[in-house]
């Protein structure tokens, strides 16, 4: 099932971040008192009760003369197209400004469902705006403070009182992978070199695909579905109307793959954006491989690939787990060592151990290396097992999940991995006290 959009707008420097990062439930946007410093959109996934949604996060919309205005707008104007509901942030401290009145006409014109969010009520000045916010007409009004964490659960309850609860997709047995990646690192040739033919438009233009496509073809005799992304533009770089189908929808494609190819491009070599997007995949628990797209633009391949094999390791120390293929979409040279691997990661994702022999590697583990005593207390493990796969997913009851350190996670990480072969697959490491449920 789909997960619904709600996108946060409004005029700077009414709180969108921190409301943002209360929701979501972590620092993503970037907050600082200076209008206008969230400049771009930026995406979060938000789980409450048993309802989940993509949440975008927008810059804010100023008439004044400012350079980036123009591109806010259209940032923001996209995710009211993207979003189920829009959440329409005012500031209860200042009241109603002409920026406002901007941001209560785009969204009349969108005819989407739309919340009046007055945020700061703390602020004693607030009780004296409440009322001027009737004034925009809109239906639905809520009042919270971010900033104080006040109303935020009954935000949400709003934000979902319409929503079905989230189901993952019926397991149909069919794999299914993404290939994203920035605008024209060559993910449409690289699907048209696997599909071999030409069912995928290839333009040198960034941005040529418009939408996620799902092509179904067959392998050694089994059914696959390779997922075709939008490129994702880096953020707050949209000028043109072709960018409204840009990232959510690759946010979506990613929900519904088993593995994404994280594809970069070796004649640019990897820049910041392409780990933000290996991020994105990694955040919703898929398999990950990085394909190094074009290398018949590289000479002394041999040397280079030990280079670009060290650079990888280097900017992607979040996912030392991920194997990297080299190929070139447009000669078809290595393109056969691409699909052998997604089916290795594909079933290490899948991958189930059993109880005992889990807890034997756990308890040896411990006994190597006992963690540091804090307080007088040190932690203690009790029994492990395995409760979920895509990606596996571990219980470890303990006297105190207080006492967990991310190091001593990242150790025991690392010995499950030395012991199983979870290559290409994040695996999730659950703490919880003794008699928790």
Same mark, same amino acid.
């Given at each position: 099932?789909?997960?619904?959009?709600?996108?946060?707008?409004?005029?700077?420097?009414?709180?969108?971040?921190?409301?943002?990062?209360?929701?979501?439930?972590?620092?993503?946007?970037?907050?600082?008192?200076?209008?206008?410093?969230?400049?771009?959109?930026?995406?979060?996934?938000?789980?409450?009760?048993?309802?989940?949604?993509?949440?975008?996060?927008?810059?804010?919309?100023?008439?004044?003369?400012?350079?980036?205005?123009?591109?806010?707008?259209?940032?923001?104007?996209?995710?009211?197209?993207?979003?189920?509901?829009?959440?329409?942030?005012?500031?209860?401290?200042?009241?109603?400004?002409?920026?406002?009145?901007?941001?209560?006409?785009?969204?009349?014109?969108?005819?989407?469902?739309?919340?009046?969010?007055?945020?700061?009520?703390?602020?004693?000045?607030?009780?004296?705006?409440?009322?001027?916010?009737?004034?925009?007409?809109?239906?639905?009004?809520?009042?919270?403070?971010?900033?104080?964490?006040?109303?935020?659960?009954?935000?949400?309850?709003?934000?979902?009182?319409?929503?079905?609860?989230?189901?993952?997709?019926?397991?149909?047995?069919?794999?299914?992978?993404?290939?994203?990646?920035?605008?024209?690192?060559?993910?449409?040739?690289?699907?048209?070199?696997?599909?071999?033919?030409?069912?995928?438009?290839?333009?040198?233009?960034?941005?040529?695909?418009?939408?996620?496509?799902?092509?179904?073809?067959?392998?050694?005799?089994?059914?696959?579905?390779?997922?075709?992304?939008?490129?994702?533009?880096?953020?707050?770089?949209?000028?043109?109307?072709?960018?409204?189908?840009?990232?959510?929808?690759?946010?979506?494609?990613?929900?519904?793959?088993?593995?994404?190819?994280?594809?970069?491009?070796?004649?640019?070599?990897?820049?910041?954006?392409?780990?933000?997007?290996?991020?994105?995949?990694?955040?919703?628990?898929?398999?990950?491989?990085?394909?190094?797209?074009?290398?018949?633009?590289?000479?002394?391949?041999?040397?280079?690939?030990?280079?670009?094999?060290?650079?990888?390791?280097?900017?992607?120390?979040?996912?030392?787990?991920? &194997?990297?293929?080299?190929?070139?979409?447009?000669?078809?040279?290595?393109?056969?060592?691409?699909?052998?691997?997604?089916?290795?990661?594909?079933?290490?994702?899948?991958?189930?151990?059993?109880?005992?022999?889990?807890?034997?590697?756990?308890?040896?583990?411990?006994?190597?290396?006992?963690?540091?005593?804090?307080?007088?207390?040190?932690?203690?493990?009790?029994?492990?097992?395995?409760?979920?796969?895509? &990606?596996?997913?571990?219980?470890?009851?303990?006297?105190?999940?207080?006492?967990?350190?991310?190091?001593?996670?990242?150790?025991?990480?690392?010995?499950?991995?030395?012991?199983?072969?979870?290559?290409?697959?994040?695996?999730?490491?659950?703490?919880?006290?003794?008699?928790?449920?």
């Amino acid at each position: 099932m789909a997960k619904p959009v709600v996108a946060l707008v409004g005029r700077p420097n009414v709180g969108k971040s921190t409301i943002f990062n209360r929701l979501v439930g972590k620092k993503i946007s970037i907050i600082e008192d200076t209008p206008g410093v969230t400049r771009d959109r930026i995406y979060g996934n938000c789980e409450f009760k048993n309802y989940k949604f993509h949440l975008i996060d927008t810059g804010g919309i100023d008439i004044s003369d400012e350079h980036f205005n123009d591109e806010i707008k259209i940032q923001a104007e996209i995710a009211i197209t993207e979003a189920d509901i829009v959440l329409f942030i005012v500031d209860g401290k200042e009241g109603l400004t002409s920026n406002d009145y901007v941001v209560k006409n785009l969204l009349i014109k969108s005819g989407k469902r739309v919340i009046v969010v007055v945020n700061k009520i703390d602020s004693k000045i607030a009780n004296e705006h409440l009322y001027d916010f009737y004034e925009l007409g809109f239906e639905e009004y809520i009042n919270v403070s971010g900033e104080q964490n006040i109303g935020i659960t009954d935000l949400l309850e709003q934000i979902t009182q319409n929503f079905n609860e989230y189901e993952e997709e019926k397991e149909d047995n069919i794999v299914k992978f993404s290939v994203i990646g920035r605008p024209n690192v060559g993910k449409s040739s690289l699907v048209n070199a696997l599909l071999n033919e030409e069912r995928v438009i290839v333009s040198d233009v960034a941005g040529t695909t418009r939408d996620a496509i799902d092509t179904p073809f067959t392998y050694h005799g089994e059914e696959y579905i390779v997922i075709d992304t939008a490129g994702m533009r880096k953020k707050g770089k949209i000028y043109e109307n072709i960018e409204k189908y840009s990232l959510i929808r690759s946010l979506k494609a990613i929900d519904r793959s088993d593995v994404c190819l994280i594809v970069i491009d070796a004649s640019t070599g990897i820049i910041e954006h392409d780990k933000h997007i290996a991020g994105y995949a990694i955040e919703a628990g898929k398999a990950v491989i990085i394909v190094v797209n074009k290398w018949d633009t590289i000479e002394n391949k041999e040397e280079q690939m030990k280079k670009f094999t060290k650079d990888i390791r280097a900017n992607f120390q979040f996912i030392p787990y991920a &194997p990297i293929v080299f190929l070139s979409a447009l000669t078809k040279k290595r393109i056969h060592t691409l699909m052998p691997e997604i089916l290795r990661i594909y079933q290490n994702s899948k991958r189930e151990i059993k109880t005992s022999v889990l807890n034997d590697v756990i308890l040896d583990a411990y006994n190597l290396n006992l963690p540091p005593t804090y307080k007088s207390k040190r932690l203690k493990i009790y029994f492990s097992n395995q409760v979920s796969i895509k &990606p596996p997913t571990f219980n470890i009851q303990v006297n105190s999940k207080g006492l967990i350190h991310f190091s001593y996670e990242r150790y025991l990480e690392n010995k499950i991995r030395e012991s199983f072969d979870f290559e290409g697959t994040p695996i999730v490491l659950q703490f919880k006290n003794k008699g928790e449920l």
